[in-house]
């Protein structure tokens, strides 16, 4: 390729309200010759404060793309196509409005086939899988749980072909890093310190930089590696987090963020600003993201403090105990004490290495207080064909030790009298907001911290709480004028984060973003939605006993939640037609209004 690139320090006095960098393209893509103007925006002003422009003469490969026709072309179109001669290589082909681009593929989370999700006509690309949002015409990511965007190409038609003008390499290339607007810190005395170092900490440091935050970036995690995919720990009790880390701290040096693993907040400031350490380490700020996720409840009964072999499920280091503690080979007795989520993936994958597994639980199915009677029942058929045994309506009374070694647990005994062997015990009996460094401010009664609409904590300055810790106020289907949610959702905790960066780098509040969860049952369970204010029926479409269905739930009219197995991407686009009120009601629904049908609106 030929390049002349030359810059101009221009005032040019383009009064564009955009505040995300822009690319305007000049001449046809189809020529060998393209120029393009790129104006950089600065994020965090709406006034421009410089501009350049490049002009580049290149002699791209021109690609032709087959397997599409161009008189199908419309609006909210979406095909996979191939890339003539690079072999099987596909993009998908999308029209956003006029806009037609070529985009990777796969979702840059994990790799689900984008062409099932759902596409909206404002161009927000939705993944079936577990809810990541892409702008279809820029590739960049825009809603959690993926953190990197797509490869976009620029089509041109040129007769009757569709063509685009690409380094081989990209096409090929499965994502790309998000358009960081800005990578280096400018401004000495603006510094954000982020509190936690997990999912809703990852969100909002991605997003400070993506919306063009000028600061330092602080964060500061109890633990010692960098934001791993937490939600892999009860599904594949996964001890290196290297396989698991997101970014390593060497990228988030790349982005200026100032990474301290291992490092504990004992106490914070709000009069003063600051943050300190249990070594006694103050670091000051301008603004503060509390991201310090919850702590696994322990049963407060004999035994369950002093007993080893009893564990929980949070980070690296208990996963890595369960696994020393029972290995992989199976053959091992393993008491579940309840039928949460992370309680029943667990015993997914523990029967899977051949253990014993026996899940005690107080409802008469697992999940039936959130999901329901009949969808708990399909859940707990699914783990019982793989082998797990149940002893549900149960009350716990103790854990005892075992003969051979009185400081390990050996059976767990419950309030009727039966009493199980037990190897290792593994609690699934819910978490507490990790907030017991917070004083001085008033705390919710489950300990959480209560925020506005755009995560500021009520009464404090230049303060944010996010994820597992904050109670917001929730705008959902179903929801009431003054209604508050503490949502434990991965992706609640990511997006909480990048509407605190958006905040502090723009002043402006991100709009509601639908809560969606995600289970692996042995088959993936999708979730969408809030039943804060309570369900009072649920239409199943499908067949339960087949585990192939989905369950709105619904109060009167208003449908407030979905789940679906082996459906996708209903739930996703239920989450879509939920964020615009565009959900069928209930009545609808069962008059055999199909939700796939609906157009998202704009
Ligand atoms: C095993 C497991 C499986 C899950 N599976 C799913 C799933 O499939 N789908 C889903 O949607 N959700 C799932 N979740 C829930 C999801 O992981 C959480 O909702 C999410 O991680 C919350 O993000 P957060 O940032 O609030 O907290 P976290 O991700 O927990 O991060 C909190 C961080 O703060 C640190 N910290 C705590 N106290 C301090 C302190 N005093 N000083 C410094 N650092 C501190 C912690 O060490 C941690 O790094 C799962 C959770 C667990 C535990
Ligand atoms: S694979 Fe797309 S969001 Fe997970």
């Known amino acids: 390729?030929?390049?002349?690139?030359?810059?101009?320090?221009?005032?040019?006095?383009?009064?564009?309200?955009?505040?995300?960098?822009?690319?305007?393209?000049?001449?046809?893509a189809s020529t060998?010759?393209?120029?393009?103007?790129?104006?950089?925006?600065?994020?965090?002003?709406?006034?421009?404060?410089?501009?350049?422009?490049?002009?580049?003469?290149?002699?791209?490969?021109?690609?032709?793309?087959?397997?599409?026709?161009?008189?199908?072309?419309?609006?909210?179109?979406?095909?996979?196509?191939?890339?003539?001669?690079?072999?099987?290589t596909k993009l998908l082909l999308v029209q956003v409005g006029q806009n037609i681009t070529a985009l990777s593929p796969r979702c840059t989370h994990y790799g689900a086939p984008l062409v099932k999700g759902t596409l909206t006509?404002?161009?927000?690309?939705?993944?079936?899988?577990?809810?990541?949002?892409?702008?279809?015409?820029?590739?960049?990511?825009?809603?959690?749980?993926?953190?990197?965007?797509?490869?976009?190409?620029?089509?041109?038609?040129?007769?009757?072909?569709?063509?685009?003008e690409a380094e081989e390499s990209k096409i090929r290339e499965f994502s790309r890093a998000p358009t960081y607007t800005c990578k280096q810190a400018?401004?000495?005395?603006?510094?954000?310190?982020?509190?936690?170092?997990?999912?809703?900490?990852?969100?909002?440091?991605?997003?400070?930089?993506?919306?063009?935050?000028?600061?330092?970036?602080?964060?500061?995690?109890?633990?010692s590696y960098p934001p791993i995919d937490r939600t892999k720990l009860s599904k594949a009790l996964i001890t290196d987090p290297n396989k698991i880390a997101w970014r390593t701290i060497e990228f988030l040096k790349g982005l200026d963020v100032d990474f301290h693993p291992s490092t504990v907040v004992k106490g914070i400031d709000f009069e003063k600003r600051f943050v300190e350490t249990d070594q006694g380490r103050i670091f000051n700020y301008k603004?503060?993201?509390?991201?310090?996720?919850?702590?696994?409840?322990?049963?407060?009964?004999?035994?369950?403090?002093?007993?080893?072999?009893?564990?929980?499920?949070?980070?690296i280091d208990t996963a890595k105990a369960i696994v020393d503690a029972v290995g992989l080979e199976g053959g091992k007795k393993i008491v579940v004490i309840g039928s949460s989520f992370i309680g029943m993936e667990v015993a997914n994958?523990?029967?899977?290495?051949?253990?014993?597994?026996?899940?005690?639980?107080?409802?008469?199915?697992?999940?039936?207080?959130?999901?329901?009677?009949?969808?708990?029942?399909?859940?707990?058929?699914i783990l019982e064909k793989k082998g797990v045994k149940f002893y549900m309506k149960a009350s716990v009374e103790a854990a005892e030790p075992s003969s051979s070694n009185p400081s390990l647990v050996g059976s767990v005994t419950l309030k009727d009298g039966v009493s199980f062997e037990a190897d290792a015990v593994i609690?699934?009996?819910?978490?507490?907001?990790?907030?017991?460094?917070?004083?001085?401010?008033?705390?919710?009664?489950?300990?959480?911290?209560?925020?506005?609409?755009?995560?500021?904590?009520?009464?404090?300055?230049?303060?944010?709480?996010?994820?597992?810790?904050?109670?917001?106020?929730?705008?959902g289907p179903g929801s009431l004028p003054d209604s508050v949610v503490r949502i434990e959702h991965w992706n609640v905790a990511q997006n909480s984060g990048r509407s605190v960066a958006k905040h502090i780098a723009t002043g402006e509040t991100a709009g509601f973003f639908t809560p969606i969860f995600w289970s692996a049952l042995g088959l993936q369970l999708r979730y969408c939605g809030s039943t804060v204010s309570g369900y009072d029926d649920v239409v199943i479409d499908g067949n339960l006993e087949e585990n192939k269905f989905v369950a709105y739930y619904t109060q009167g009219e208003t449908v407030v939640a979905v789940a679906s197995m082996q459906r996708d991407p209903i739930v996703m686009q239920c989450s879509e037609l939920m964020r615009t009120h565009a959900m069928p009601s209930k009545t609808e629904l069962q008059n055999g209004s199909d939700v796939m049908k609906i157009q998202v609106p704009n």
């Open 287 to 315: 603004k503060v993201i509390l991201a310090t996720g919850a702590t696994p409840k322990i049963l407060p009964l004999k035994g369950f403090k002093e007993l080893g072999n009893i564990f929980t499920i949070r980070t």
């Open 121 to 164: 006509p404002s161009g927000r690309l939705k993944c079936p899988w577990h809810g990541a949002c892409f702008n279809a015409v820029t590739g960049d990511i825009e809603d959690a749980p993926a953190l990197d965007s797509l490869n976009r190409f620029l089509v041109t038609i040129d007769g009757d072909d569709l063509v685009i």
């Open 1 to 28: 390729m030929d390049r002349i690139v030359f810059a101009v320090r221009s005032p040019l006095k383009l009064k564009l309200a955009a505040k995300r960098p822009a690319i305007v393209q000049v001449g046809g």
């Open 349 to 381: 994958f523990l029967v899977g290495k051949k253990h014993e597994v026996i899940v005690v639980g107080m409802e008469d199915v697992p999940m039936e207080r959130v999901m329901g009677k009949l969808v708990g029942a399909s859940f707990q058929s």
């Open 427 to 475: 609690l699934g009996v819910g978490v507490a907001p990790a907030t017991e460094y917070i004083r001085h401010i008033p705390l919710e009664r489950d300990g959480s911290v209560r925020v506005d609409e755009s995560f500021q904590i009520n009464g404090v300055k230049d303060a944010y709480a996010i994820g597992d810790i904050a109670t917001y106020p929730y705008e």
């Open 32 to 88: 060998v010759l393209q120029t393009l103007i790129r104006i950089r925006l600065q994020a965090s002003n709406p006034l421009i404060r410089h501009c350049f422009h490049t002009a580049t003469v290149s002699k791209m490969p021109q690609y032709k793309l087959t397997g599409v026709d161009k008189s199908d072309l419309k609006p909210t179109f979406k095909q996979e196509v191939t890339v003539e001669g690079l072999g099987d």
């Open 186 to 223: 400018a401004l000495e005395d603006d510094v954000v310190v982020i509190v936690g170092g997990g999912s809703g900490a990852i969100g909002s440091l991605e997003a400070l930089r993506e919306y063009g935050y000028e600061g330092k970036i602080v964060v500061l995690s109890k633990e």
